[in-house]
T-cell receptor
Framework: EDKVVQSPLSLVVHEGDTVTLNCSYEVTNFRSLLWYKQEKKAPTFLFML????IEKKSGRLSSILDKKELFSILNITATQTGDSAIYLC???????????FGTGTRLKVLA | DTGVSQDPRHKITKRGQNVTFRCDPISEHNRLYWYRQTLGQGPEFLTYFQNEAQLEKSRLLSDRFSAERPKGSFSTLEIQRTEQGDSAMYLC???????????FGPGTRLTVL
């Protein structure tokens, strides 16, 4: 059965710290991996990764996919309290529409 | 705001009652998805529409659950004879094409007493 596993489950850091969130996946006919940020509402899209080894960046956030080792990381540099959220990753297989989500990493950034 | 909208945002009901939720996708998106999310878990896929056709239903969707998208625009999710285990956040998402990024609505939080 397809699955996505995230680690750590939760993380507490101080403002200014750099964090790395992990996502490993086992998805048949894997096509893409997505990262979402979820605060007290719906997930908001961060990145879609399809190619291995190509880093995607958006401000202080960056992510990369390793299709050989079947994992992705999400880096957040110079964390701010507004980064506090649950970070979800999801795998999607070719020709399907179902996102397989992990349980998320709950990040708390302390001032 | 041209994002995905859902209504209501919160619903409290008594066990055994029926509830219906509505989702309005992004206007040009012809693909619509329903997910359920419980505390501490990621969203779980429930069902998928391409235009008005319901193409997939998860086995999580018992016969008490039904979803429709009659005109290929908004969708409704109905839960009949609600149970306490139905308490969750029900999320709707839409996308332009298969495999495209899914954009989520704010969700409907259901509490069954």
């Amino acid at each position: 059965e397809d699955k996505v596993v995230q680690s750590p489950l939760s993380l507490v850091v101080h403002e200014g710290d750099t964090v790395t969130l992990n996502c490993s996946y086992e998805v048949t006919n894997f096509r893409s991996l997505l990262w979402y940020k979820q605060e007290k509402k719906a997930p908001t899209f961060l990145f879609m990764l399809t190619s291995s080894g190509i880093e995607k960046k958006s401000g202080r956030l960056s992510s990369i996919l390793d299709k050989k080792e079947l994992f992705s990381i999400l880096n957040i540099t110079a964390t701010q309290t507004g980064d506090s959220a649950i970070y979800l990753c999801a795998g999607i297989a070719s020709g399907t529409y179902k996102y397989i989500f992990g349980t998320g990493t709950r990040l708390k950034v302390l001032a | 705001d041209t994002g995905v909208s859902q209504d209501p945002r919160h619903k409290i009901t008594k066990r055994g009652q029926n509830v219906t939720f509505r989702c309005d996708p992004i206007s040009e998106h012809n693909r619509l998805y329903w997910y359920r999310q419980t505390l501490g878990q990621g969203p779980e896929f429930l069902t998928y529409f391409q235009n008005e056709a319901q193409l997939e239903k998860s086995r999580l969707l018992s016969d008490r659950f039904s979803a429709e998208r009659p005109k290929g625009s908004f969708s409704t999710l109905e839960i009949q004879r609600t149970e306490q285990g139905d308490s969750a956040m029900y999320l709707c998402a839409s996308s332009l094409a298969l495999g495209d990024t899914q954009y989520f609505g704010p969700g409907t939080r259901l509490t069954v007493l």
